[in-house]
């Protein structure tokens, strides 16, 4: 058994030793990284002075008050906006109710229209007949003229002259 204890102690040995080794080999890891930055990044950097702080606040509220009357200028624009909005929307309401009278009143003078051209054709139907009637009445009238201009030949001798007086 003696072998086997001397086993398990040289592998608790060496364990142990590369265990030191990593964590040796870490620790130089970690010195040699730190020894690195400083040489990268120094720390020799210059104290901010007052008068380049101030100037700088002054800057800011330069730009500031500037912001606030681009701010400002905005706002009033956007009240203009508004203003003419609302006269846009007044002009189309009033422009809405002329258009919606407009409306009846065109369908009153269409109504009107159909009424006066119904009474047109009535009246040119009308026409059409009176014309038809004096044509009528014009080759009666000449019919008559012919017959009274030349007198009838009479077959008896009644002294009435064939006319019946009744022109």
Known sequence: MSTGLAGRVARKI???????????????????ATAWRAASAPLDTSAVSASSIGSAMDAQQQRAAALGADIDQAGRQMDDLQSALQAAS?????????????????????????????????????????NAAAARQAALNAAARKSVAAPAPTTSGSGGGGASGDD
Do not use: D
């Not at 009424?115 to 009246?123: C, D, G, R, T, Y």
């Open 90 to 130: 007044g002009a189309m309401a009033a422009q809405s109710s002329s258009a919606v009278s407009m409306q009846g009143q065109i369908q009153s003078a269409q109504s009107k229209l159909t009424s006066v051209e119904a009474q047109l054709k009535a009246a040119q139907e009308r026409l059409a007949q009176l």
């Open 14 to 32: 060496l364990v142990l030793g590369v265990t030191a080794a990593v964590i040796g080999v870490g620790a130089g890891s970690v010195e040699l």
